[in-house]
T-cell receptor, first 114, second 118 residues
Framework: SQQGEEDPQALSIQEGENATMNCSYK?????LQWYRQNSGRGLVHLIL?????REKHSGRLRVTLDTSKKSSSLLITASRAADTASYFC??????????????FGEGTQLTVNP | GAVVSQHPSWVICKSGTSVKIECRSL??????MFWYRQFPKQSLMLMAT?????????EQGVEKDKFLINHASLTLSTLTVTSAHPEDSSFYIC??????????????FGSGTQLSVL
């Protein structure tokens, strides 16, 4: 089954505004990670939050995790045009045969208008 | 930081030919590499997990005879799309896990390969 359903699918904001993206998942996890992907490129790791953590900050990024609701949110404050990209959440859970692996959500396409 | 180099960035080939994509970890050793496939505006679909020195583990529905994976060293994994057809056209991305970080840590991604099969 698909882990990591994200909303919104697309988000368009003005430079300087905050952007919030949400991610829901279905199974138990070790950690949840957020990645960014520029069009036609690979993914870049942004932040990792472990299952025993509730909130984490990194620069303009703030991530929350609610394991009881199986959900996470990514907040980008004071957005810039360069933040325009797709953002994916990924859950890290133990697999049966291959050990821990990441399952990616559908992603949120963020557009920050100058 | 850890760098994963993926080549080629894009490839166009005729139907029926085979295409090899390389994924190298440049400044770290990766016991495990992952191969993903991504369609436009969609998420990443895990195709297979590649472990150094052993056979790859394929996800359900992925043909292992069509998508050959070789992970001969701690820094190189290759994906060969055999007898490619237009429906194999997609964006393929590899990622690697630093062996010294163990499980449950972040992945480092290659820049992806856009495959177009005519």
């Amino acid at each position: 089954s698909q882990q990591g359903e994200e909303d919104p699918q697309a988000l368009s904001i003005q430079e300087g505004e905050n952007a919030t993206m949400n991610c829901s998942y279905k199974t138990s996890i070790n950690n949840l990670q957020w990645y960014r992907q520029n069009s036609g490129r690979g993914l870049v790791h942004l932040i990792l939050i472990r299952s025993n953590e509730r909130e984490k900050h990194s620069g303009r990024l703030r991530v929350t995790l609610d394991t009881s609701k199986k959900s996470s949110s990514l907040l980008i404050t004071a957005s810039r045009a360069a933040d325009t990209a797709s953002y994916f959440c990924a859950t890290d859970s133990l697999g049966e045969t291959s050990g821990s692996r990441l399952t990616f959500g559908e992603g949120t396409q963020l557009t920050v208008n100058p | 930081g850890a760098v994963v180099s993926q080549h080629p960035s894009w490839v166009i080939c005729k139907s029926g030919t085979s295409v090899k994509i390389e994924c190298r970890s440049l400044d770290f050793q990766a016991t495990t590499m992952f191969w993903y496939r991504q369609f436009p505006k969609q998420s990443l679909m895990l195709m297979a997990t590649s472990n150094e020195g052993s056979k790859a583990t394929y996800e359900q529905g992925v043909e292992k005879d069509k998508f050959l994976i070789n992970h001969a060293s701690l820094t190189l994994s290759t994906l060969t799309v055999t007898s490619a057809h237009p429906e194999d056209s997609s964006f393929y991305i590899c990622s690697a896990r630093d062996r010294h970080r163990g499980w449950g840590e972040k992945l480092f991604f290659g820049s992806g390969t856009q495959l177009s099969v005519l």
